[in-house]
């Protein structure tokens, strides 16, 4: 069983920045690909970024050159930086860990940008 806890959403204005962070526990040593996701309400969840095992990421986008995603292995800790957010960066966002069989989610944590 893996668990994955986001936090550091909160309140913030366009053009301001936050780090998100995901701690994992449990059995993590067969994850292989990590990354986040978001959610608007009434809107399909969408992928934000995307890092492997190797250090390989992938991004969305609309969230390229303004977001970076990066691990702390030794702390099992997923992280993402979020710089020059605007409004339409506002959703929950989730947590995401996977490995050969399994895909795992956190509870999510709200990010909202105010103009």
């Known amino acids: 069983q893996v668990q994955l806890v986001e936090s550091g959403g909160g309140l913030v204005q366009a053009g301001g920045s936050l780090r998100l962070s995901c701690a994992a526990s449990?059995?993590?040593?067969?994850?292989?690909?990590f990354g986040w996701d978001r959610q608007v309400p009434g809107k399909q969840r969408e992928l934000v970024a995307r890092?492997?095992?190797?250090?390989?990421?992938n991004y969305a986008d609309s969230v390229k050159g303004r977001f970076t995603i990066s691990r702390d292995n030794a702390k099992n800790t997923l992280y993402l930086q979020m710089n020059s957010l605007i409004p339409e960066d506002t959703a929950v966002y989730y947590c995401?860990?996977?490995?050969?069989?399994?895909?795992?989610w956190g509870q999510g944590t709200q990010v909202t940008v105010s103009s």
């Open positions: 995401k860990a996977t490995e050969s069989v399994y895909a795992y």
């Open positions: 890092i492997s095992s190797s250090g390989y990421t």
């Open positions: 449990g059995s993590t040593n067969s994850l292989h690909t």
